[in-house]
């Protein structure tokens, strides 16, 4: 085996480098493949959570207006809010406060029921009123903590938005209150994310979501007593709603909150940029399951970003994804190992060709130029390179003018002195690549190459220069004659030099000492 790789060392170290060069493009094109599915995926379970969360949304959207139409908007807190809303009397409006508590306390607790978290009533000037959730707190002005109320306060018609408020956060509803026709204050329903996770812990009971708010949203609005209600994350800039944590979660807290440590600093940087975005790992329990962790910001009444929904899910669909690129790699992979084999094999009787066709071509004794049957050899060759690459092949036929004259003048000794020094002569104005042989007498030929006609031409006339030019051993001077020609298409090697021949008769029967060529 290593004698046979020693021998064939030049052929394998290509095949080698070869089989290198392509299974590096395997690796990172399926690398690439691998990762714009992944980058899709992720994008699509953004969408999922989006639909969901959307869907929810438009749910309790339509709840609190029946809610609002067949609960509240009735003359009883009309008329309530009224008085409220034209008296300064402290013990007027704690009156009134009560009598509004013990009128909807009972509606209150069956809207809770429904994934409401607060009932609160404004009076003009966004100055809480009643608090259902949090009775023992009025009187406090919303004016800097609630754009919706001033919204509603100064437009006099409904809006729904998310905002944080003084106690809690919330996907908020809020309704303008009239007395004939006279503005008295607002009503606001509002849900918290724990009725967005109900919803979707019902279509996928295995996945876990967390509600994250902006620390700086929490800083300023908050009551101080009330910020306990939130948790820091390691996201930096967000700390997760507490209240909103499920024991129907399907992943452990503990393991969510490990995994996002593990994806902090990914997610800290998606999160100065990005609105809606998903994450791909793994906890370390379970390295071969992907998790798949969905981040889909919710905006604020001034379409600020102020919050997250964070989705955990795991997926085997990225697993068989990426399964199928490991499989895609492996086949390409032996794929690619069968093609060099077979690179290999060819390229070494290509080569084996070529020895042999060498080995043939014995050179001529007296010039030391190969003879009429190592062109041969070399010539079929040369012309199924020419057409497997589709590129030029020419071929120059020149003779000695005269050369009887030399021999019966001088002798064949000057004869045999005067071919060698036209073979050193020509030998010497060609490149390494042609192929110049000793046709046969004075006759000889060279085979050219990646060269057109038009090119052999003008190197046909540098050698007649050349020749012309040469001081000869006794003769002194000496003159050839050349035909040159191109190969054709489907042409044999037998026509093409019957051609070239052809030329060469023309131009020694029309005044020798000239070339003649086909173009």
């Not at 997610?267 to 329990?285: G, I, M, Y």
């Amino acid at each position: 085996m290593i004698k046979f790789l020693l021998q064939n060392k030049y052929i394998f170290l290509t095949t080698f480098i070869l089989f290198c060069c392509v299974e590096v493009a395997i690796y990172f094109s399926v690398n690439y493949m691998k990762e714009l599915d992944t980058k899709n995926f992720l994008q699509h379970k953004t969408k999922e959570l989006n639909i969901q969360v959307e869907t929810g949304k438009h749910y309790l959207n339509l709840l609190a207006e029946v809610l609002h139409t067949n609960v509240l908007n009735n003359s009883i807190n009309a008329d309530i809010m009224y008085e409220a809303s034209n008296t300064n009397d402290l013990k007027k409006q704690a009156q009134l406060r009560a009598k509004l508590y013990q009128t909807y306390i009972k509606e209150y607790e069956y809207m809770k029921t429904l994934g409401v978290r607060q009932l609160h009533f404004h009076l003009p000037g966004v100055v809480s009123f009643l608090r259902f959730h949090k009775p023992e707190k009025f009187g406090d002005s919303l004016a800097s903590v609630r754009e919706s109320i001033m919204y509603v306060n100064q437009y006099k018609k409904p809006i729904e938005c998310f905002e944080e408020g003084r106690i809690f956060n919330g996907f908020r509803h809020v309704y303008p209150i009239f007395k004939d026709n006279k503005f008295v204050g607002t009503v606001e329903i509002s849900y918290s994310f724990r009725a967005f996770l109900e919803h979707m812990l019902e279509i996928n009971t295995k996945a876990s979501y967390l509600f994250m708010i902006n620390n700086h949203v929490i800083d300023t609005k908050v009551f101080k007593d009330e910020k306990n209600h939130y948790m820091k994350t390691v996201f930096g800039q967000y700390s997760i709603d507490k209240t909103i944590l499920s024991n129907s979660m399907g992943i452990p807290l503990d393991d969510i909150l490990a995994i996002n440590k593990k994806i902090s600093s990914v997610v800290s940087e998606k999160l100065k940029t990005e609105d809606n975005f998903a994450v791909n790992t793994f906890l370390d329990s379970a390295p071969n399951k992907n998790l798949i962790v969905t981040f889909l910001a919710v905006r604020n009444f001034e379409k600020k970003k102020v919050a997250y929904i964070v989705g955990y899910n795991y997926n085997t669909t990225l697993d068989l994804l990426q399964k199928r690129n490991a499989q895609v790699f492996v086949l390409l992979s032996i794929l690619n190992f069968m093609v060099m084999l077979l690179f290999f094999t060819l390229f070494r009787k290509e080569t084996k060709k070529v020895e042999i066709a060498s080995q043939e071509a014995i050179k001529d004794p007296l010039t030391g130029i190969l003879n009429r049957r190592g062109f041969d050899n070399l010539l079929c060759y040369k012309m199924s390179v020419s057409r497997r690459y589709n590129s030029a092949l020419s071929v120059i036929f020149f003779d000695i003018d005269d050369f009887k004259k030399i021999n019966d003048s001088f002798g064949h000794d000057i004869g045999d002195i005067v071919l060698q020094e036209l073979s050193g002569l020509i030998r010497a104005h060609i490149r390494e690549s042609d192929v110049f042989a000793r046709w046969g007498g004075e006759e000889f030929i060279i085979l050219l190459p990646k060269t057109s006609v038009k090119d052999a031409e003008t190197l046909a006339g540098k050698l007649k220069h050349e020749v012309n030019q040469y001081n000869f051993n006794t003769v002194n001077v000496l003159t050839c004659s050349f035909g040159v020609t191109q190969l054709q298409d489907h042409e044999t090697a037998e026509q093409l030099i019957k051609r070239v021949d052809e030329l060469l008769y023309i131009a020694k029967t029309t005044g020798k000492n000239k070339i003649v060529s086909d173009t």
